[in-house]
């Protein structure tokens, strides 16, 4: 069978799907026709689940088995602004799969946002960590004041169902959650984004909501990041920025805005060096910064994958068996920025320690 075969026989599958999924219903009527130039891209790898949509992947390897916690993305026919309004997502769907490639689980719902008490809306990227004997979820949500704060749940089963806590995380703010444990036991939270993240208005972690989005020559935003104290619902230190620099140790500016930081943080770490990664937003690339130690500075190594269908891009980076994955999501089922669908392909490392680079289109 010839490409455009395969992607005519790929697209009546996926649509044959979308009629038959109940929860977004809505999905017929949000879905644009291919165009001529997606026609001629060949997509590397396939969504991992298509009758839900789902974005923003954080894997993680429990048991033995690769755990991915993703948004669950939604047509609530909100009105897309820029802030983001029309990402309003309300609960959190865990998959799960013996390895990638093999046949994914959908756990069904693991948290709603109507069983968070602070929770106003749209519940975005979150992240998972194991300690205590309990499995941990992290979650950015708008508080009812209209905020982003990040709060936690918990449950005995790495697929949930998670019981939130009744207030969010102290000093916590912005979004995007990457927890991520040191060789030495300890936990760290990576955080924030830009814009409709609102980062920008946090200083010296006090909220200013008359601060605007930063400019050319400013220096950029940093993003955040705090240690976790064993109880794990709560910081052991204030909240520090982290310096992503270039090669002559310079902060980038926002004029910079193919390399400085927007959201999505990652944080893994590949024989002994800390890799910092994250979403550039506007510019689309998911790049990656590396130090010695988990509080950087990190210095600017490259792109670790290029733009993808859709607006944003997000990734996670987890190791099994020895081959490194990464997963990431575009809007493959869809065709719209809101309504995504998570994917995985393997991460190759070159010798000197660089990642090299994926096109998620062939
Ligand atoms: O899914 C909502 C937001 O879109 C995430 O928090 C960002 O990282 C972007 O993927």
Same mark, same amino acid.
């Given at each position: 069978m010839d490409k455009f075969s395969l992607k005519i026989l790929s697209t009546l599958i996926v649509t044959a799907t979308l009629l038959g999924c109940n929860d977004d219903k809505k999905v017929e009527e949000d879905t644009k026709p291919v165009t001529q130039e997606e026609k001629k891209k060949e997509p590397l790898s396939q969504p991992l689940v298509s009758a839900i949509y789902t974005a923003d992947p954080s894997a993680h390897v429990f048991n033995g088995r690769i755990y991915i916690y993703p948004s669950h993305d939604t047509a609530t026919g909100t009105p897309e602004d820029d802030l983001g309004s029309h990402f309003n997502m309300m609960d $959190?769907?865990?998959?799960?799969?013996?390895?990638?490639?093999? %046949? +994914?689980?959908?756990?069904?719902?693991?948290?709603?946002?109507?069983?968070?008490?602070?929770?106003?809306? %749209?519940?975005?990227?979150?992240?998972?960590?194991?300690? *205590? *004997?309990?499995? $941990?979820?992290?979650?950015?949500?708008? *508080?009812?004041?209209? +905020?982003?704060?990040? @709060? +936690?749940?918990?449950?005995?089963?790495?697929?949930?169902?998670?019981?939130?806590?009744?207030?969010?995380?102290? @000093?916590?703010?912005?979004?995007?959650?990457c927890v991520f444990k040191d060789d030495d036991g300890r936990f760290y939270m990576y955080f924030g984004g830009i814009w409709g993240g609102q980062l920008q208005r946090w200083t010296n972690n006090k909220y200013d909501s008359s601060a605007k989005n930063l400019e050319g020559d400013q220096t950029a935003v940093l993003p955040r990041m705090a240690r976790l104290s064993t109880d794990m619902k709560s910081f052991a230190e204030p909240v520090k920025e982290i310096k992503i620099i270039d090669k002559d140790g310079k902060l980038f500016r926002e004029k910079d805005n193919d390399k400085r930081f927007f959201e999505a943080a990652w944080m893994h770490k590949y024989k002994g060096k800390y890799y910092f990664s994250y979403s550039t937003g506007d510019t689309h690339y998911i790049n990656y910064a590396t130090g010695d130690n988990a509080y950087g500075p990190f210095t600017y190594q490259g792109v670790i994958l290029n733009p993808v269908d859709g607006w944003t891009n997000h990734h996670s980076i987890v190791e099994m068996d020895g081959k490194w994955w990464l997963f990431y999501h575009d809007v493959q089922l869809s065709g719209k920025t809101h309504l995504r669908n998570v994917k995985v392909t393997e991460l190759k490392y070159n010798e000197d320690g660089s990642i090299q680079t994926i096109n998620a289109y062939k």
């Open positions: $959190y769907h865990i998959l799960s799969m013996d390895a990638p490639g093999g %046949q +994914v689980t959908d756990h069904g719902v693991a948290l709603h946002i109507k069983d968070i008490p602070w929770a106003g809306r %749209q519940l975005w990227a979150p992240d998972a960590a194991f300690a *205590n *004997n309990t499995y $941990y979820l992290y979650f950015p949500v708008k *508080n009812k004041q209209d +905020v982003f704060q990040i @709060g +936690v749940a918990t449950s005995s089963r790495p697929e949930g169902p998670f019981t939130p806590e009744k207030t969010p995380i102290a @000093g916590s703010y912005s979004i995007d959650p």
